[in-house]
């Protein structure tokens, strides 16, 4: 689980905060070239920031 805001930047521990995704996904979070958005149904995408 990727925790939308890490708990050492002051995020809970929730499941509500978190999002489930695959170890691919999981490294594009944690990669600053790369912008996680959240849909309104839940559904996440990933793209390069220019």
């Given amino acids: 689980m990727h ?5 050492a930047r002051g995020g809970g521990t929730s499941v509500t905060d978190g999002v489930m995704l695959c170890p691919r996904h999981h490294t594009f979070a944690h990669d600053s070239r790369y912008q996680m ?3 309104p149904n839940g ?3 990933f793209g390069r920031r220019t």
């Fill in 3 to 7: 925790h939308k805001l890490p708990w």
């Fill in 37 to 39: 958005k959240t849909s």
């Fill in 43 to 45: 559904r996440v995408a």
